[in-house]
């Protein structure tokens, strides 16, 4: 009986010791695990994930933080400390605790060089290659079959190309496949546009699919027709236009749309804005907004989510906003709650401190009006 409490005591003991060693060892005496990890948001069910070098984890644990008065910048990269996402990585290798709204000041030189260096691998590794259209029509040729996975769901199927012209029309290949689809547009067939990666043998590349079926279809796989897949330079077989909301889901698929979204025109943030609060695309809809409305954003969530629809009806103006710090532009939208559907012209006021700075819309403004 002594010898057993004994051995009680001693295993206490060693429990009670090994919580006191710090954040590198588990109760058990396994290891943390700290990785990277890149993903459209924490909820996305498509990660990437690589192991954190010791030398940035030491730097992140034993470093210098700051409070900070402003929200942390959109991100799509993270750490995770045994599975749960703790701090955040901007696109200028900036460092905060999510938790307690700090920044990590900055990193030494060499971590500083390590951390570039993996976020450029990681990028790579998870995102698609943006290729034109002309590429894309070589490399997925008619008859090819290749998979396309969903960025936000992580859900994959397998389709073949049957024709296209200016983007590719393509096809489930199988009942499954066509099940797979269906469930990433949450059991309806929509014409909203979702961020692919096309996978092929060819390579990994970015586009953006809709999700209705129309116009032929030869296939026996339960789908009425076909759907479309866009590139970077597609263009629609109607209009002969580029799709801004399928350029959109490109950049998105790319990696490239929290730093596009820097360059984007007046026009370009009207229907971003409007794409991201039809789609409750928070990561579309984050970037283009400055501190202070992405503060208000994360306030009226709730309220934002209950559009079920809204779309543009009117035209956007020519005039690129030139040298000036503000911008109102009108349009008739439609919008749609369980309450109703209603027609309205609502004003997007559009600001900028300065010329050399981004583009932002006046959220609160718009709130008022939807």
């Not at 400390?81 to 030189?109: C, M």
């Not at 290659?129 to 969903?150: C, G, H, M, Q």
Request: hydrophobic fraction near 35%; proline fraction near 4%.
């Amino acid at each position: 009986m002594k010898r057993v409490l004994y051995s009680l005591l001693t295993l206490v003991a060693i429990l009670i010791g090994l919580n006191f060693l710090g954040s590198s060892v588990s109760a058990l005496g396994q290891k943390e695990t700290w990785e990277y990890v890149i993903q459209t948001s924490i909820e996305s069910g498509y990660s990437t994930a690589m192991p954190l070098p010791k030398q940035i984890r030491k730097n992140v644990q034993n470093g210098n933080w700051e409070v900070i008065s402003y929200p942390i910048p959109p991100t799509d990269t993270y750490i995770r400390v045994k599975g749960k996402v703790v701090y955040a990585i901007d696109h200028q290798l900036n460092i905060y605790d999510r938790s307690a709204n700090k920044i990590l000041l900055p990193l030494k030189e060499k971590n500083k060089k390590q951390l570039s260096n993996d976020m450029k691998k990681l990028h790579k590794n998870h995102y698609g290659e943006l290729i034109t259209w002309n590429d894309a029509n070589k490399l997925i040729p008619r008859y090819s079959i290749f998979k396309v996975l969903d960025l936000d769901t992580g859900l994959s199927f397998e389709v073949q190309r049957r024709a296209g012209s200016y983007h590719a029309d393509v096809q489930p290949l199988t009942h499954d496949d066509t099940k797979i689809m269906k469930k990433i547009y949450r059991g309806t067939w929509s014409w909203d546009r979702r961020a692919i990666l096309v996978l092929s043998e060819n390579g990994h590349f970015a586009g953006s699919m809709h999700g209705m079926p129309h116009g032929q279809g030869a296939l026996k796989n339960g789908f009425p027709g076909h759907f479309c897949i866009h590139f970077q330079d597609s263009i629609t077989h109607k209009s002969r236009k580029m799709d801004h909301a399928h350029s959109i889901m490109i950049k998105k698929a790319s990696g490239e749309w929290l730093d596009h979204t820097q360059k984007l025109s007046p026009q370009e943030i009207v229907d971003a804005t409007v794409l991201a609060i039809h789609q409750h695309d928070w990561f579309i809809l984050s970037p283009i907004l400055d501190d202070k409305n992405r503060i208000l954003m994360e306030r009226h969530l709730e309220e934002l989510e209950e559009i079920e629809l809204i779309k543009r009806l009117s035209d956007l103006p020519k005039e690129d906003g030139g040298t000036k710090l503000t911008y109102p532009i009108t349009v008739k939208l439609q919008v749609h709650r369980k309450s109703g559907t209603t027609n309205r012209m609502v004003t997007f006021d559009l600001y900028r401190p300065t010329i050399e700075e981004p583009w932002t819309v006046d959220l609160e403004k718009l709130l008022k009006q939807l």
